[in-house]
């Protein structure tokens, strides 16, 4: 029986016995999450939830804002919704810079508050001009 007593072939190739090995360490190691799909996927049933809440009032809230443009013409209401998006987009950039670059000009008091002496006696006649 030559079959019985014929060693096996070695691998032909080194990376191939050792591919199970790193495909099994591939799979044990941490899948690597972008910071955009994590955000992404925290916010997005946050976002469905909101949008199924106000639908049908955010539906109605835009139908009524939307009738006075209603019988005008597309360049109309083009032209009025490219000013509300550059009027909300200036809104953002003046709320960033107070919000991050704006230092508030508020001091600290330099002496103690004044303290009420007396309390009033009559309303609107201070303890000083009584009789």
């Known amino acids: 029986t030559a079959s019985a007593a014929a060693p096996k072939p070695a691998p032909q190739n080194a990376q191939t016995a050792a591919a199970p090995e790193t ?12 910071l955009k799909e994590k955000i992404a996927t925290t916010l997005e049933p946050i976002a469905q939830r909101a949008m199924t809440a106000a639908g049908p009032i955010g539906a109605k809230a835009v139908l009524a804002l939307s009738k006075p443009l209603a019988n005008k013409s597309p360049d109309i209401r083009n032209a009025v919704g490219w000013v509300a998006l550059w009027t909300m987009f200036l809104s953002v950039v003046v709320w960033g810079w107070a919000l991050f670059f704006n230092t508030s000009s508020v001091t600290a008091p330099t002496q103690a508050p004044t303290p009420i002496v007396a309390p009033e006696i009559t309303p609107g006649v201070t303890a000083s001009h009584q009789p």
């Open 23 to 34: 495909t099994e360490a591939i799979a044990d190691a941490p899948a690597v999450i972008s």
